[in-house]
Each structure stands twice: as structure tokens, then as C-alpha cells.
């Protein structure tokens, strides 16, 4: 019958391809993408491994005398001897500045260094540097918050440092308290953007600076779980209401009406 004849035409078998699966391309394709994905990161660890470890043997090998290095005596260099030098030395220098012959030394280099207009400026800023990032004490740039940049409602990671000094506290405006901030630039958190805020404008986070990094990096890809991004949204919700009532409280107050007797 024609009704039977048209139902018959309304049923269509379905595809080759989906009912046999992915075909032979897509499956190479698929392939492809499990082997970067595995080896990828292996590769790029070891080549950066690697090159770190070159430019090791390269700044340390001009200063082992020549009888003292191993290639001298094998037909080949041993790569990672200079690295191992590197920190046989960098262990016995702290050694000995722990005690009074060391410390006296290194005091007598600072005092050098102090002398020379130029060098001193730039010694006693990596000085610092290295001490804040390398003291294990310090809490600089370990502590992830959020800020409101680069406008209102756009919320970015950054990294908590220390407050300003006294100086700097007392030219910024208003009496509230601010604090140091460190916002990385993705992919590359190397650079960005550094900056004074009021405490009350930065929500601090339960992250801690290798996630951030990772999510800096991989440009919100790689998320550190779904509980952590509960928590954002909400501390999101409650910088958005610190802001709208730190607004409230700079806003010009209406002159007060006086009765005239």
C-alpha cells in the first residue's frame, strides 16, 4: 500500500562509518593525538633537563683545572660533572659561612660590593631576591588570590607578596592597609604585572603557587578541581560585595538638612 510503501522510504540505514566506528583516518588522528599527549611532555622535560644541565657544565667547567676533569681522561665529556661541582660548592660555601670565618668573609665581600655606586644597587636587590624566594621563612609569593583586573566583574590570579614599606605605605591613598601583588601574564608566568592594592580588595584562595602556575600556563585548561572553582565563584561573589560597599563608603555623603529656629 502507498502508506506501507512511504513508511518504508522514512526509515533510513544508518552510515557506514557510524556503525563500523571511526573511520581509518579518524583513528590514526586519534592515535597520534594519545602519542603527543604522552610524549610530549616527557620530551619537552628532558630537553629542558638537558639544557639546563649544559649550561651548568658550560659556566663550571672553565673553572675545574683541566687535570681535574674527567674528560681529560675519557674520550668523551660526562654530561651533568659540572653540575655535580656546582653543588659540591655551593654546599661547602654555606658550610663554611655558617660558622665565624665564613661570615666573616662573606661580610668583608658585602662591604666591597657596597663601595661601588652601581654594583651596590644591583647586589642588594638580588640579595633580597634570593632571600625571599630561596629562605624557606617567608611566605613572598607562595600565598594565590584574586584581584578584580583588568575591569570590573573580570577576576585574574595573582601571586601575595609582602606589604610596602613605610614610605611607600604612607604616599598611597587612604588609611587602609595594602599589600603587594604579583599578576602573571599566560602563558608565559615569568612576566606581568606588579602593583599595591587595599587588603580588602584581594580575596585570598586554597591554592597554592605551583597550581596557579599550572593554570596560568595552560590558560584555564588544566582547572585544579571542580571544589577549588566552587570556591572562586563564591569568593568572587563576596569581592564583588567588599567592592560595591567600598564604593558605598567613598561615596560623597548629602549635606544633613539644619532647622532654623
Same mark, same amino acid.
Not at 78 to 98: D, K, N, Q, W
Not at 136 to 150: K, Q
Not at 171 to 186: D, K, R, W, Y
Not at 206 to 213: G, K, V
Given at each position: &500500500?502507498?502508506?506501507?510503501?512511504?513508511?518504508?522510504?522514512?526509515?533510513?540505514?544508518?552510515?557506514?562509518?557510524?556503525?563500523?566506528?571511526?573511520?581509518?583516518?579518524?583513528?590514526?588522528? /586519534?592515535?597520534?593525538?594519545?602519542?603527543?599527549?604522552?610524549?610530549?611532555?616527557?620530551?619537552?622535560?628532558?630537553?629542558?633537563?638537558?639544557?639546563?644541565?649544559?649550561?651548568?657544565?658550560? %659556566?663550571? @667547567?672553565?673553572?675545574?683545572?683541566?687535570?681535574?676533569?674527567?674528560?681529560?681522561?675519557?674520550?668523551?665529556?660526562?654530561?651533568?660533572?659540572?653540575?655535580?661541582?656546582?653543588?659540591?660548592?655551593?654546599?661547602?660555601?654555606?658550610?663554611?659561612?655558617?660558622?665565624?670565618?665564613?661570615?666573616?668573609?662573606?661580610?668583608?665581600?658585602?662591604?666591597?660590593?657596597?663601595? &661601588? $655606586?652601581?654594583?651596590?644597587?644591583?647586589? @642588594?636587590?638580588?640579595?633580597?631576591?634570593?632571600?625571599?624566594?630561596?629562605?624557606?621563612?617567608?611566605?613572598?609569593?607562595?600565598?594565590?588570590? %584574586?584581584?578584580?583586573?583588568?575591569?570590573?566583574?573580570?577576576?585574574?590570579?595573582?601571586?601575595?607578596?609582602?606589604?610596602?614599606?613605610?614610605?611607600?605605605?604612607?604616599?598611597?591613598?587612604?588609611?587602609? +592597609?595594602?599589600?603587594?601583588?604579583? %599578576?602573571?601574564?599566560?602563558?608565559? $608566568?615569568?612576566?606581568?604585572?606588579?602593583?599595591? %592594592?587595599?587588603?580588602?580588595?584581594?580575596?585570598?584562595?586554597? &591554592?597554592?603557587? +605551583?597550581?596557579?602556575?599550572?593554570?596560568?600556563?595552560?590558560?584555564?585548561?588544566?582547572?585544579?578541581?571542580? /571544589?577549588?572553582? @566552587? /570556591?572562586?565563584?563564591?569568593?568572587?561573589? &563576596?569581592?564583588?560585595?567588599? @567592592?560595591?560597599?567600598?564604593?558605598?563608603? +567613598?561615596?560623597?555623603?548629602?549635606?544633613?538638612?539644619?532647622?532654623?529656629?
Amino acid at each position: &500500500m502507498a502508506g506501507d510503501d512511504n513508511s518504508a522510504t522514512d526509515v533510513t540505514a544508518p552510515p557506514l562509518d557510524s556503525a563500523a566506528g571511526p573511520s581509518f583516518v579518524g583513528r590514526l588522528r /586519534n592515535y597520534f593525538l594519545t602519542g603527543l599527549i604522552v610524549a610530549g611532555p616527557v620530551l619537552i622535560t628532558m630537553y629542558l633537563t638537558w639544557s639546563f644541565i649544559n649550561w651548568v657544565d658550560d %659556566l663550571v @667547567r672553565p673553572l675545574v683545572p683541566v687535570a681535574y676533569r674527567p674528560e681529560t681522561y675519557l674520550p668523551f665529556k660526562i654530561p651533568g660533572s659540572g653540575l655535580v661541582v656546582a653543588v659540591f660548592a655551593l654546599t661547602l660555601l654555606g658550610f663554611l659561612t655558617a660558622n665565624l670565618i665564613g661570615r666573616t668573609l662573606v661580610d668583608l665581600g658585602e662591604m666591597v660590593l657596597g663601595r &661601588m $655606586p652601581i654594583v651596590r644597587a644591583i647586589y @642588594r636587590s638580588l640579595k633580597q631576591v634570593f632571600e625571599a624566594l630561596f629562605s624557606g621563612t617567608g611566605s613572598s609569593l607562595r600565598r594565590v588570590g %584574586l584581584v578584580e583586573f583588568p575591569a570590573p566583574g573580570m577576576w585574574s590570579i595573582v601571586l601575595l607578596s609582602q606589604s610596602p614599606s613605610e614610605n611607600i605605605a604612607e604616599s598611597l591613598p587612604g588609611n587602609e +592597609e595594602h599589600i603587594s601583588v604579583f %599578576l602573571p601574564c599566560a602563558p608565559n $608566568p615569568t612576566t606581568g604585572f606588579f602593583f599595591y %592594592l587595599p587588603k580588602s580588595q584581594v580575596i585570598e584562595i586554597d &591554592m597554592n603557587a +605551583e597550581q596557579a602556575a599550572t593554570l596560568i600556563m595552560s590558560a584555564g585548561v588544566v582547572q585544579p578541581g571542580r /571544589n577549588d572553582k @566552587r /570556591n572562586v565563584v563564591a569568593l568572587s561573589e &563576596m569581592a564583588a560585595a567588599a @567592592r560595591m560597599a567600598q564604593l558605598a563608603k +567613598e561615596a560623597p555623603k548629602a549635606p544633613t538638612k539644619v532647622d532654623l529656629p
